[in-house]
């Protein structure tokens, strides 16, 4: 007995360790590597110790991971939504850990074969990317946030996003990291071919090498113009209604000076905290901006129509006004909408009346017709959700572009994880990408996950760029939705067999 607790607490501290150490891994640090050992001490903690004991140790060890990770949350809001957050992270984390668990003890009764170390490695990787599947699901749309793959956007692995997505970065991260704790005598054999562990794993690092990553311009260029306005105003931060349209009708006057002028400007979201559809000094400035710079606008603002209120974007053109919108289709809960709202204002009744009134869900569709080009228009941390991309891809967007307002989380390293995503996102879909936030970080991005243009946080700046408008569809854009949700199925498949085998071994022992 005395033995068991002790290795529980010690299975507790590994895995709180590999949680703390995965925030290495993301920016503003980004030391990629630093994934596989933080991944490698959780998997640790997790096989030794008994299938009940897991949901103990996955809960410390996904609070721990998620809570690092996130503490941008606690700026404006306090430690309350970032402990709640992680908490329930951490229960996620915890019925993971315990799906975990029941394969590695599985796995004790197996007889070693040349692939049996390579089998346990994918259904190791299977399960853990299901688990983050569900993370980003459920509840209320899910937390995107904090995936294994969001780590490697400056990674030499990051290629694999062209082939899968997001999720498959984070199985093939998974997969290798369990080769290398479970089957370290396979890299130690003088013939690597005798070790199919061993192929697997330069399998693994060969991939992104020759993954055909291409910036080349398929149906031309369009010259963009962003526009950083440094607003430093948010849901919770406040500036005196108009600052922030003010600020970026002077911080786009130098694209005036230019003769050049570009094909279109794109402002953050909310950069026109006072609607032109509902301000007539708003319309009349904004008109008046892109009427002499004859190019059309792009901007965020909120909107209202039929008694609800959106997070959207409108597209202006000169001469013409407002041609096109976008409503946000999947608001933050708990940050722009509350669900379940009385049940919660009990617990944390100051926090919820933080946001009277919520954003309605959009149903149009995100994509911009400019120069006769479809563009992609998601919304802030849309930019984290595979179904936007894939969705708006498939529409025909040639070039993605992600408005965003990073106000509300200060100088933290919020705003460089979210551009880190955008980087992924640009691999994952062919597509060049523009991140402008109100305040930073924003870049511009190319097909490669390259950034070509990158302005400093909290200036007014211009950043501009011939972009490539590409067509072509990568695999992920092909394969990735079906890939991921295989992987579903076949990881909870092998859940239940490896449940009921557990229950069957016991009683078998009685």
Request: with cysteine; hydrophobic share 50%.
């Amino acid at each position: 007995m005395k033995n068991s607790k002790t290795r529980l607490l010690l299975a507790v501290i590994f895995g709180v360790a590999g949680g703390l150490l995965s925030s290495l891994a993301y920016p503003a640090n980004a030391i990629w590597v630093a994934i596989i050992p933080a991944v490698a001490l959780i998997l640790y903690a997790i096989s030794i110790v008994k299938p009940a004991q897991s949901l103990l140790v996955g809960f410390f060890a996904g609070v721990a991971f998620y809570a690092s990770q996130i503490p941008w949350m606690t700026v404006y809001l306090g430690p309350v939504p970032w402990l709640a957050l992680s908490v329930l992270e951490g229960v996620i984390f915890a019925l993971g850990s315990f799906a975990l668990a029941l394969a590695l003890k599985a796995a004790q009764s197996w007889k070693t074969t040349f692939f049996s170390n390579v089998n346990l490695g994918l259904i190791l990787a299977s399960l853990w990317t299901a688990r983050e599947w569900v993370a980003m699901t459920f509840p209320y749309g899910g937390f995107p946030w904090s995936r294994v793959a969001l780590s490697q956007s400056n990674s030499p692995l990051a290629p694999w996003v062209f082939w899968g997505g997001g999720s498959l970065l984070t199985f093939v991260l998974v997969f290798a990291t369990a080769l290398m704790l479970f089957a370290p005598r396979d890299f130690l054999i003088r013939n690597w071919r005798k070790s199919a562990s061993a192929i697997a794993l330069i399998l693994v690092f060969a991939v992104p090498t020759i993954t055909p990553l291409d910036n080349r311009a398929e149906a031309g260029t369009l010259d963009i113009a962003a526009v950083q306005g440094n607003a430093k105003a948010g849901l919770l931060v406040y500036e005196p209604l108009g600052t922030i349209l003010q600020n970026h009708l002077d911080a786009s006057a130098p694209l005036l000076e230019n003769e050049n002028r570009p094909d279109l400007v794109v402002w953050p979201e909310n950069a026109a905290d006072k609607n032109p559809q509902v301000y007539e000094d708003a319309d009349k400035a904004i008109a008046s901006l892109t009427d002499r710079l004859e190019a059309p606008l792009i901007f965020g603002t909120i909107t209202e129509r039929d008694g609800e209120i959106f997070n959207s974007t409108i597209l202006w053109l000169p001469k013409t006004g407002e041609a096109d919108f976008y409503d946000k289709k999947r608001p933050v809960a708990f940050g722009e909408f509350v669900p379940d709202r009385e049940f919660w204002r009990m617990f944390a009744p100051d926090l919820i009346d933080l946001i009277p009134r919520g954003y309605s869900f959009g149903t149009q569709d995100g994509i911009h017709t400019v120069r006769n080009e479809k563009l992609g228009v998601m919304i802030c941390f849309e930019v984290a959700i595979d179904d936007i991309s894939r969705d708006l891809v498939a529409q025909g967007a040639k070039i993605l572009i992600s408005p965003t307002n990073n106000a509300d989380f200060g100088r933290t390293n919020q705003s460089e994880q979210q551009l880190a995503i955008a980087r992924l996102r640009a691999i994952e879909t062919g597509r060049a990408f523009v991140n402008i936030s109100t305040v930073g970080t924003s870049a511009m991005i190319l097909p490669d996950g390259k950034i070509v243009e990158q302005l400093d946080t909290y200036t007014a700046d211009v950043m501009r760029q011939e972009l490539p408008l590409r067509t072509s569809l990568t695999p992920a854009m092909m394969v990735g939705a079906t890939l991921e949700m295989a992987n579903n199925f076949a990881a909870l498949g092998m859940l239940i067999f490896f449940f009921v085998t557990s229950i069957r071994n016991r009683r078998g022992s009685r």
